[in-house]
Nanobody, 124 residues
C-alpha cells in the first residue's frame, strides 16, 4: 500500500500563509482523487479540500473557501494546499489521502492511504 507523506506545516501568525505538500511514490496522486483533511485536538477529522484525479475540478469546505487552494504539481508529482489568511481556528494536523473509488465527496471514510500528517499552528 502506497504511503502518502505530508510536509510544509509549521508555526505562523494570524494572517500568514503556508503551503502544504502531499507526496507519494509512483502515480498514486495522478490516478485517484486526493483530499486534504484536518483534525484539531478534541475534534473530529474534517474535510478541507479535494481535487479530482484529472485535476479539472476542485472543491472546498466553506470554512476555507477563498483562502485555500488545492492544486497538482504534475512534474513532481505532488498535491499542494496553499493556505492564506490563516486564522487560529485553522490550527490542526493536516492530512492528505486518496479516494480510490472516485466518490469525490467530503467524507473522510471514503479515503485511504492516510499519511502521518503535518502540524499547522496559527498564533493570534
Amino acid at each position: 500500500q502506497v504511503q502518502l507523506v505530508e510536509s510544509g506545516g509549521g508555526l505562523v501568525q494570524a494572517g500568514g500563509s503556508l503551503r502544504l505538500s502531499c507526496a507519494a511514490s509512483g502515480r498514486t496522486l495522478m490516478t485517484y482523487n486526493v483530499g486534504w483533511f484536518r483534525q484539531a485536538p478534541g475534534k473530529e477529522r474534517e474535510f478541507v479540500a479535494g481535487i479530482r484525479w484529472n485535476g479539472g475540478i476542485t472543491y472546498y469546505a466553506d470554512s476555507v473557501k477563498g483562502r485555500f487552494t488545492i492544486s497538482r504539481d504534475i512534474a513532481k508529482p505532488t498535491v499542494l494546499l496553499q493556505m492564506t489568511s490563516l486564522q487560529p481556528e485553522d490550527t490542526a494536523v493536516y492530512y492528505c489521502a486518496v479516494d480510490v473509488n472516485y466518490q469525490f465527496r467530503d467524507t473522510w471514510n471514503d479515503y485511504t492511504n492516510w499519511g502521518q500528517g503535518t502540524q499547522v499552528t496559527v498564533s493570534s
